[in-house]
């Protein structure tokens, strides 16, 4: 029996005639960091909206426990334990920084409608408990200080780690983390490395994350997936990845830092 919390086998993607990814597999155990990384174009977001539902990959496999999650829904695949942040911010910008974590709460709650609009004690009772646990979450990124504001007047970095607050609201088993540092500068990249480490221990999560950031890919990373052009050229530790030949013509060798 698989000791994978994550089991993604053979999938392949398809637009058309273009093979946008081609026959991927790989794992994550239960608690493991994983990277998934290559240049522009190389299919990473691609594997992440297979892995979550947007797209219904043309062949292969996703199991999360040993279920099969191709077929699900977005939200369905939320709810079984698999949630992700995205590249391009997605923060409901005109709600405050608190109903955006409150919103993702309420996948598990267990009071209904009726409950809701009698706002009996098992309705407040239960809304204490997810104003509680969101501001808990808040707190991680010292971000419960501006639970009041809006979300988009916040600064462009701190918004990126709401999308991570929310992501963590949903109490997920697995997390994928779409360029969490993109547009960030050094000190907020070196705080957000920490951050992601620690509520991996913390919480158990079990993180994948697509970054450009070498130094924080390699910082924290156990394993790393290497794609160019829709390929898994390289997957191992970040000692293989830095000196692995094909990575190095195909992704770090071109890179100008």
Same mark, same amino acid.
């Given at each position: 029996?698989?000791?994978?919390?994550?089991?993604?086998?053979?999938?392949?993607?398809? %637009?058309?005639?273009? =093979?946008?990814?081609?026959?991927?597999?790989? &794992?994550?155990? =239960?608690?493991?960091?994983?990277?998934?990384?290559?240049?522009?174009?190389?299919?990473?977001?691609?594997?992440?909206?297979?892995?979550?539902?947007?797209?219904?990959?043309?062949?292969?496999?996703?199991?999360?426990?040993?279920?099969?999650?191709?077929?699900?829904?977005?939200?369905?695949?939320? $709810?079984?334990?698999?949630?992700?942040?995205?590249?391009?911010?997605?923060? %409901?910008?005109?709600?405050?920084?608190?109903?955006?974590?409150?919103?993702?709460?309420?996948?598990?709650?267990?009071?209904?409608?009726?409950?809701?609009?009698?706002?009996?004690?098992? %309705?407040?009772?239960?809304?204490?408990?997810?104003?509680?646990?969101?501001?808990?979450?808040?707190?991680? %990124?010292?971000?419960d200080g501006k639970a009041d504001e809006q979300a988009g007047s916040l600064p462009y970095g701190q918004q990126r780690q709401l999308e991570i607050v929310r992501a963590m609201a949903t109490q997920p088993k697995v997390i994928l983390l779409d360029e969490p540092a993109a547009g960030?500068?050094?000190?907020? &990249?070196?705080?957000?490395?920490?951050?992601?480490?620690?509520?991996?221990?913390?919480?158990?999560?079990?993180?994948?994350?697509?970054? $450009?950031?070498?130094?924080?890919?390699?910082?924290?990373?156990?394993?790393?997936?290497?794609?160019? $052009?829709?390929?898994?050229?390289?997957?191992?530790?970040?000692?293989?990845?830095?000196?692995?030949?094909?990575?190095?013509?195909?992704?770090?060798?071109?890179?100008?830092?």
């Amino acid at each position: 029996m698989s000791d994978a919390l994550l089991e993604v086998s053979g999938i392949t993607m398809r %637009f058309g005639g273009l =093979k946008a990814v081609d026959n991927l597999s790989f &794992t994550l155990k =239960k608690g493991q960091l994983g990277g998934l990384i290559g240049p522009n174009g190389a299919g990473k977001t691609t594997v992440f909206n297979m892995l979550t539902g947007v797209y219904r990959p043309t062949h292969g496999d996703v199991k999360l426990g040993g279920r099969s999650m191709v077929g699900l829904r977005p939200y369905q695949i939320s $709810h079984h334990g698999l949630t992700r942040t995205f590249q391009n911010i997605r923060l %409901f910008k005109n709600l405050s920084v608190l109903n955006n974590v409150l919103i993702a709460t309420h996948q598990h709650a267990r009071t209904g409608l009726w409950a809701a609009v009698a706002r009996n004690q098992a %309705f407040r009772k239960e809304d204490r408990e997810m104003r509680e646990r969101a501001l808990d979450l808040l707190k991680i %990124f010292k971000l419960d200080g501006k639970a009041d504001e809006q979300a988009g007047s916040l600064p462009y970095g701190q918004q990126r780690q709401l999308e991570i607050v929310r992501a963590m609201a949903t109490q997920p088993k697995v997390i994928l983390l779409d360029e969490p540092a993109a547009g960030m500068n050094h000190s907020e &990249t070196h705080s957000l490395m920490e951050t992601i480490a620690r509520i991996r221990q913390d919480f158990q999560l079990t993180v994948l994350l697509i970054e $450009h950031d070498m130094k924080l890919v390699m910082g924290i990373c156990e394993n790393i997936v290497v794609l160019d $052009h829709g390929v898994k050229i390289e997957e191992g530790a970040p000692e293989r990845i830095r000196s692995s030949p094909k990575v190095i013509e195909a992704y770090l060798g071109v890179e100008e830092e």
